[in-house]
């Protein structure tokens, strides 16, 4: 099997004010919280979003592991919807300390480049420095924080810098090449 060097860049920020806020699209976009823990719903965004940028840790989950996942307390998924369809996603967990981690971030193929992908990540990141209001007991956030590789979308670091992040940590590893899971060829528009 063919390997490939994959970049992965970690960025941080630290305080609320670090958010850069994008401009709200034009059009019916509202971002909204999936509260229902629901495998099926989450499994379709997450092979939707990241099937041409090989996403493949969680193909794997059975529906017991998804479900344990998203019932855990601070972890919440918020998602754009553009004229009530689905268009993209941001996944948050509450770590130790007060950080919390953007897990997944991410536009399905055919809404990327509407401007939708920076509210999105705006929305997500401004919910994860209040996460603490919406689980009682929880130490105020301190800092949010994400990674991303050389293998997804070609604007997400920009995305990720235009809001505010900054880069604190920078690897490469070998990693097996894979084939892209889908959702099927083609699904990528021109």
Not at 38 to 64: K, N, Q
Not at 140 to 150: A, E, F, G
Request: net charge negative; proline share 8%.
């Amino acid at each position: 099997m063919t390997s490939i060097a994959v970049t992965t860049w970690s960025l941080e920020q630290t305080a609320p004010t670090d958010l850069l806020p994008a401009a709200v699209p034009e059009g019916d976009v509202r971002v909204v919280r999936s509260e229902v823990p629901s495998p099926e719903f989450s499994r379709f965004l997450y092979a939707s979003v990241g099937g041409d940028i090989r996403w493949t840790d969680r193909l794997g989950w059975t529906y017991a592991q998804w479900l344990e996942h998203l019932d855990r307390p601070g972890v919440e998924t918020w998602v754009a919807y553009d004229r009530g369809t689905p268009a993209g996603y941001v996944e948050l967990e509450a770590q130790d300390d007060g950080v919390v981690e953007i897990v997944y971030f991410g536009l399905i193929p055919a809404f990327r480049g509407r401007r939708i992908g920076g509210h999105l990540l705006s929305y997500g990141v401004a919910r994860a420095w209040d996460l603490v209001e919406r689980w009682p007991g929880r130490k105020p956030t301190v800092r949010v924080w994400l990674h991303t590789c050389s293998k997804d979308g070609e604007y997400a670091m920009d995305n990720y810098r235009r809001r505010g992040f900054r880069l604190f940590d920078t690897s490469v590893e070998d990693e097996p090449e894979v084939a892209t899971p889908g959702p099927w060829p083609g699904a990528h528009p021109a």
